[in-house]
């Protein structure tokens, strides 16, 4: 089995700095430019497992690049090119301390929430008498603010004002921004057999411009149903046939882990971590509609791509 890259510790020319974030690493460049690297590291709950998933970073590059190549002409976006399957360079944009979570489906941590008696999620109010995995009327917009550590917080449009974490113009911006984007992404969803069931967005600002940053529209960040058999499925009460990370939430739930002090990870046998890797595979050609290739392990190999880009 191919190796997983875990980490990396690259120094490119006019390199300033690099952030070690969940899954990615990002040097900045000049404090211009970003070089992004999608690293095979895998968290959930907030929390980054002990092991690797080969592929994966390869996955969740090139679903996002092809993803923002297609919504360009909705918001400009931060890419300026993808020099190898791991990394994209792009500008460097202060990002807005919320992501924008867009829901088309009760499903997941909402549903969760609304289980649980909440009818208010980030000041959205749901209605009495819903199922899981039931299609909103529209789409919500259920905001998080950004943590630097720890978990992300559910927060209301009015609380983000308020607050002045974003100005009320820049906030109408980017909702209006959300939605379009989802509508695009549902739209293409839709040509694949696949229902787009929630996502996520982040967004930045330079020269007092918003660009659309980070990636979109991948398994890690967004939520997939087969369309074929979703009614059937839901009106039986039945688990729908989904395309996410979901599936390792549900592995790590199922084994008494959901991020929680106390808790240990459970033990990520090399047979689970190759199915994960099989399942992000299999996510890429579904959602890109192309066979997979695997690019070998080579750090060497996306040193020398980002270098001869900058250069």
Request: charged share 30%; aromatic share 10%.
């Amino acid at each position: 089995m191919n190796k997983a890259l875990v980490r990396t510790d690259f120094n490119f020319p006019g390199q300033e700095s690099v952030y070690h974030g969940k899954v990615r690493d990002v040097y900045d460049i000049n404090g211009k430019i970003l070089v992004m690297i999608a690293t095979d590291r895998i968290s959930a709950f907030d929390v980054v497992l002990p092991k690797g998933i080969p592929y994966k970073g390869q996955v969740l590059n090139m679903i996002a690049s092809k993803f923002l190549d297609a919504t360009a002409d909705i918001v400009p976006n931060w890419k300026l090119a993808t020099p190898d399957p791991m990394a994209t360079v792009g500008l460097k944009c202060e990002g807005f301390r919320v992501e924008m979570i867009i829901r088309g489906y009760l499903t997941g941590s909402a549903w969760r929430e609304y289980q649980a008696g909440n009818r208010n999620i980030c000041g959205v109010v749901i209605p009495d008498g819903m199922r899981e995995n039931e299609k909103f009327p529209t789409p919500i917009i259920t905001p998080t603010t950004k943590a630097d550590e720890g978990h992300d917080e559910n927060i209301s449009k009015e609380e983000i004002i308020a607050q002045g974490i974003v100005s009320k113009e820049d906030y109408e911006l980017l909702e209006k921004y959300t939605y379009a984007l989802f509508q695009r992404g549902s739209e293409m969803a839709t040509e694949r057999g696949l229902i787009l069931v929630d996502t996520k967005y982040e967004f930045g600002k330079r020269d007092g411009r918003i660009y659309l940053i980070d990636e979109i529209h991948t398994p890690d960040s967004s939520r997939y149903f087969y369309a074929d058999g979703y009614q059937e499925r839901f009106e039986k009460g039945e688990p729908q046939k989904q395309l996410s990370k979901e599936f390792v939430r549900q592995w790590l739930m199922d084994n008494g882990f959901m991020g929680k002090e106390g808790q240990q990870i459970p033990e990520m046998t090399d047979e689970y971590v190759e199915s994960v890797s099989e399942r992000y595979i299999e996510l890429y050609e579904q959602i890109v509609g192309q066979k997979f290739i695997k690019g070998s392990y080579s750090p060497v190999r996306i040193e020398d791509n980002v270098v001869n880009f900058l250069m």
